[in-house]
């Protein structure tokens, strides 16, 4: 974060960072805010197994992950939902079926740079395990795993850690 140095709006060698959340500008009073994005993930269940999604880029690239992703502008949490499963695995869900089930905190690493996002968790019930058209620019492959099998250490992100250890 340290690297950000220049102004954006007076162009001087004058951004500050303040360790946790914004750069200000001793010169022109300009602030740069860096806020906590958005970001859901769908546990999709089929009785007691839940599809995982395993990281095909970085970070944690080879990990297990939900499906989902981050908020886009003019965009709400369970429209973001339906976009990720399409994008992702060509899913087509019913919005009315999405259950929210918690947020937590989470900070996601990418090319040195401390994302802090509210990850936002969903659940989608589905009567039949189904097969999965990959976007494989995202993701390697998807796998079911029983809920009482999953092992968290697999896990790519510190927030579905903890979902899955204590909430879920």
Same mark, same amino acid.
């Given at each position: 974060?340290?690297?950000?140095?220049?102004?954006?709006?007076?162009?001087?060698?004058? %951004?500050?960072? !303040?360790?946790?959340?914004?750069?200000?500008?001793?010169?022109?009073?300009?602030? +740069?805010?860096? &806020? $906590?994005?958005?970001?859901?993930?769908?546990?999709?269940?089929?009785?007691? *197994?839940?599809?995982?999604?395993? /990281?095909?880029? *970085?970070?944690?690239?080879?990990?297990? !992950? =939900?499906?989902?992703?981050? $908020?886009?502008?003019?965009?709400?949490?369970?429209?973001?939902?339906? /976009?990720?499963?399409?994008?992702?695995?060509?899913?087509?869900?019913?919005?009315?079926? %999405?259950?929210? @089930?918690?947020?937590?905190? &989470?900070?996601? @690493?990418?090319?040195?740079?401390?994302?802090?996002? @509210?990850? +936002?968790?969903?659940?989608?019930?589905?009567?039949?395990?189904?097969?999965?058209? @990959? #976007? %494989?620019? *995202?993701?390697? #492959?998807?796998?079911?795993?029983?809920?009482?099998?999953?092992?968290? *250490?697999?896990?790519?992100?510190?927030?579905?850690?903890?979902?899955?250890?204590? =909430?879920?």
């Amino acid at each position: 974060m340290d690297d950000l140095k220049f102004c954006p709006k007076c162009g001087h060698k004058t %951004l500050i960072w !303040d360790g946790e959340k914004k750069w200000s500008c001793s010169n022109c009073d300009y602030v +740069l805010f860096h &806020n $906590v994005a958005g970001a859901v993930a769908v546990v999709i269940r089929c009785g007691n *197994e839940i599809l995982f999604t395993r /990281r095909n880029q *970085e970070p944690r690239k080879g990990k297990l !992950d =939900l499906a989902g992703g981050f $908020v886009d502008p003019k965009e709400n949490a369970e429209q973001t939902c339906v /976009r990720e499963l399409f994008e992702e695995m060509k899913i087509s869900v019913d919005v009315s079926q %999405l259950k929210y @089930l918690a947020s937590l905190p &989470n900070i996601y @690493l990418y090319k040195n740079i401390p994302y802090h996002t @509210l990850d +936002l968790f969903y659940e989608y019930e589905v009567a039949e395990k189904f097969e999965v058209k @990959l #976007e %494989l620019s *995202e993701i390697s #492959e998807t796998v079911w795993i029983k809920k009482s099998e999953i092992n968290v *250490e697999e896990i790519a992100f510190d927030s579905q850690k903890f979902f899955f250890e204590k =909430l879920y």
